[in-house]
C-alpha cells in the first residue's frame, strides 16, 4: 500500500520534496538536503540522488540477476539477451533505454522493449513484472528513508494513556 501512495504523489506531484515545499510555501530552501548541488525534486530523489545510490545499485543487481535467469531459462537468442540486460541494468538511471533518456521507474513505469527483439508475451510478461515490482519496491524503499532521515522523529512519539484501574496490571508503568 506504502508504494502504491509514493507512485500515486509522485504522478500528482504530491511528494513533499524540498522543491515542492519552497514552491508551494516558501518555507525551505528547495536544493537537495544530502548536499547535491541540485534542486531536491522527485526525479533527483529517486534517480540522481547520491545518498541513494548504494540502494539503487542494489535493486539494480538483483533485477539484472532475475532477469538474467529468465532469458536463459528461456534459450533466448544472444542480441535479444543483450539487449533485455542492457535494459535492466540502466532501469534506475537516465539512459537512452528510457524515452526522453529520463528514468520513471519511480511512476510505476517500465521502458518498452525494441520490437524487433520481441520475445514470447509469457516472457515479455514476467520480465515487465519483475522491473514494475523492483521499480515500485524501490521507490517505496526510497522514498520511506528520505522521510526518516527528514522527518526523524515521526512516528516515535511516546502515547503515554491513563488504563481504567482494574486494567492497570496489564500495563504496568516502569
Excluded at 31 to 48: D, I, N, Y
Excluded at 99 to 120: D, E, F, K, M, W
Amino acid at each position: 500500500a506504502f508504494s502504491v501512495l509514493v507512485q500515486l504523489y509522485a504522478r500528482s506531484r504530491q511528494l513533499d520534496t524540498a522543491s515542492v515545499c519552497f514552491a508551494r510555501l516558501r518555507n525551505a530552501s528547495p536544493w537537495c538536503r544530502f548536499g547535491c548541488r541540485c534542486l531536491e525534486t522527485p526525479h533527483h530523489l529517486f534517480v540522481e540522488c547520491r545518498r541513494f545510490a548504494e540502494t539503487r545499485n542494489r535493486l539494480s543487481q538483483e533485477v539484472f540477476d532475475a532477469t538474467s535467469v529468465l532469458l536463459r531459462e528461456a534459450k533466448t537468442s544472444l542480441p535479444t539477451m543483450e539487449l533485455y540486460l542492457r535494459s535492466a541494468r540502466h532501469l534506475f538511471v537516465d539512459d537512452a533505454v528510457w524515452p526522453v533518456h529520463a528514468s520513471r521507474y519511480y511512476l510505476g513505469t517500465v521502458p518498452a522493449i525494441n520490437p524487433s527483439c520481441q520475445v514470447s508475451t509469457a516472457l515479455g510478461t514476467k520480465i515487465a513484472h519483475t522491473w514494475h515490482i523492483a521499480s515500485i519496491r524501490l521507490a517505496a524503499q526510497i522514498w520511506g528513508n528520505y522521510r526518516r532521515i527528514v522527518n526523524p522523529s515521526v512516528g516515535k512519539a511516546q502515547r503515554s494513556f491513563d488504563l481504567p484501574t482494574h486494567l492497570q496490571h496489564l500495563h504496568p508503568r516502569s
